[in-house]
Structure formats: C-alpha cells, structure tokens
C-alpha cells in the first residue's frame, strides 16, 4: 500500500493516515456499524467511540476517583518498565490504541535511562491526540523518533514501518482486550503473531476479576463523564454518517454481566422511535426501554490468561499486579 506523507513538524515525526488511505477502512465504509445496528441485541463496534471529543472524553475518565485501571496499571508500570527495558533491549516499541501515551512514558523513561534510541509507533484513530502527543514527546525524549498510524488495529498490524531494531515490542494497554468478545480476540491474536518476528515482545495489560462494586462504579462515575462518553459514540455516527440521532432520547447504562465476567455499557431507547444513517442508506427501529450494546469489558483470571497467550505462541516472560490483584501486565515471547 503507498501511504500519504501527511505531517513533517519535525525531522524525527512521521506520521500517516491508514483511514485515508485505505479504501476498505471500517470506520469510513461503515459496514461493521450496518451489522452491528441489524442485530437482535443491536451493538456498535467501540472504535466508534474514539473521534476527537471521545478521545478528550476518555483521557478524563482515566483520571476519575471511581476508574481504578488507567492508576493501577500505571503504578505497575512505574515500578517495572526498567525490567521490561533491561528484557527487550533496544526495539521498536509498537503501541494499538495510543492516546495520549501517558502510561508510556515510563516505558520511554526507561529506554532512555538506558541510552537506548527510542523508535515509538503510536497507532490511533484519532488524528489529533495522535499529533498532539507527538510533538509533546518529541520535546521531552532526545533520542526519540515518531512514526505515528491513524489507523485501526487491523490496518496497521497488517502494514507496519520497516524495523529500526533486531526486535519489536508491541504494548496493548489499558485493558482494551476487554472490548472483544472470545472470537474477536481470537482473531486479534491471529493478526498480532502475523504481525510479529521470531523473538518479538508482545505487553499486554488486563483488567482482573474482583468485587462487583467495585467494577460497577468504575463505569458509572458521579460526574457523568463515562455518560457523556457512551452518548458520544452517537454523535460521532451523526458526523461521520450523516445520521439524525437525537442524544436527549438516549440514556446511559452500565452493570456487571457476573455470569460472562463483564461489564456491559448499554444507550437505553427513551420511546420508540426510528434514526437514520443516510450516508449508510439504513433506517434503525428502536423500541421504548430497547437498549444499544456499545461496549463489554471483559475482566480476566491471571493465569488462564498466561495459558491462553501460550496457545498463540506467546510465552509469559514475566508479569505483574498491584499489591490488590486487581491489574495485571504480561511481558510475552513470540515463540512461533
């Protein structure tokens, strides 16, 4: 595929646009949201959720009171990155689902406290925290040189840039495993290995089993931000689709599914009514109290995760939790 040099604000920042380059892109064909909108439980795809103001939206919930993840794995990876960088030496470091990097600065901390050179990809579906977070990188890391992905999971995996390093590491944190049902992340797995060398690390964090309470409040904070998110997710179909949903009839639901181990963020139908996507030429019936699956959040067994990544040729090398076992992070081996 011949990609779209798009922005040189520095010498050492690259970044191109998948989602406009690529005829087939999800989230421009829409194809995903016309199946997923004709469903019986109807649902949305969560990459819907990541335009801009989605993006700004989520960075908000992660430093809310009630949403323990994005603090305790950051905690974790405060005290470990410099094991993790003394394990993978100096790689590219590959991260699906970027945002703002925060987190990631401790693994670039520890790179850099090795003076190892620093090869980052960010991959992102939001054009501007993509270029945003670059250019704040770029001024805090000498050795550091960006090449940014606008783009899906599936595109990049399929099209990254040529190695810098004999080795790769690609991180998938956050808990976003979560968001796939057990077939989504089988097949995200079978993109991840093809994507991978011999010897290439895989940094995986997920969110582990614990009290209900617990899990529920991170999902419903009292500000509302985590609302204003889910609602977001219509707002982002108006624009990009041409669609007439009205936000004001749609209310904010989450709970915990203990039976599947996940969390269920629902939008919940007011009254009865019909919205179209004219750019999708599609009509969706929704009737009163009918509720639209936006988002799961599957939380994991430490060990039976270790198991699984085992089965797809990624041998645990090390992980980690917090003092309360409610986070995990798994260092992998590609071993194909």
Same mark, same amino acid.
């Given at each position: ?23 087939? *892109? ?9 199946? %997923? ?10 990459? $819907?959720? $990541?335009?801009?103001? %989605? ?19 950051? =905690?974790?990876?405060?005290? /470990? ?8 030496? =100096?790689?590219? @470091? ?16 520890? $790179?850099?406290? @090795? ?24 001024? +805090? ?56 060398? #011999? ?7 997920? +969110?582990?089993?614990?009290? /209900? ?5 991170? $999902? /419903? ?17 108006? &624009? ?21 181990? #996940?969390?269920?963020?629902? !939008? ?8 179209? @996507? ?8 929704? =009737? ?13 067994? !430490? ?15 090390? *992980? &980690?939790?917090? *003092?309360?076992? &409610? ?10």
């Amino acid at each position: 595929m011949t990609l779209i040099f798009e922005v040189n604000l520095d010498e050492r920042l690259q970044i191109d646009n998948f989602l406009q380059t690529h005829p087939l *892109s999800y989230t421009n064909h829409g194809s995903d949201v016309i199946a %997923g909108l004709r469903q019986v439980q109807k649902s949305l795809p969560p990459h $819907y959720f $990541y335009d801009d103001l %989605g993006s700004d939206l989520f960075e908000k919930i992660c430093t809310l009171p009630e949403y323990y993840p994005t603090r305790t794995e950051a =905690a974790i990876l405060k005290d /470990n990155s410099p094991e993790i960088a003394t394990i993978t030496g =100096a790689c590219d @470091l590959i991260e699906l689902g970027s945002g703002s990097s925060t987190k990631t600065r401790f693994l670039l901390d520890a $790179y850099q406290q @090795l003076n190892y050179p620093i090869h980052y990809i960010p991959i992102d579906v939001s054009t501007g925290i993509l270029e945003t977070t670059a250019q704040e990188l770029l001024k +805090d890391y000498a050795r550091l040189t960006i090449h940014g992905l606008v783009s899906t999971y599936q595109l990049a995996l399929e099209d990254l840039p040529p190695a810098q390093f004999a080795s790769r590491l690609v991180a998938f944190l956050g808990s976003t495993l979560g968001n796939f049902s057990p077939q989504e992340c089988d097949h995200f797995f079978e993109q991840v290995t093809a994507a991978l060398n #011999q010897g290439d690390y895989f940094l995986l964090g997920i +969110d582990l089993q614990k009290d /209900n309470q617990i899990l529920e409040a991170a $999902y /419903n904070d009292n500000q509302g931000i985590t609302a204003q998110f889910n609602l977001n997710i219509l707002e982002h179909l108006n &624009w990009r689709f041409d669609g007439n949903f009205n936000l004001s009839e749609f209310q904010h639901r989450s709970f915990y599914n203990q039976e599947k181990s #996940q969390i269920e963020m629902h !939008l919940v139908s007011q009254k009865e009514q019909v919205v179209s @996507l004219k750019t999708l030429n599609l009509k969706i019936n929704f =009737a009163k109290g009918e509720t639209l699956l936006t988002e799961i959040s599957r939380k994991f067994n !430490l060990k039976q995760m270790e198991e699984y990544l085992a089965n797809q040729g990624l041998k645990t090398v090390q *992980s &980690w939790t917090d *003092s309360q076992g &409610w986070f995990g992070l798994i260092l992998c081996q590609y071993q194909a």
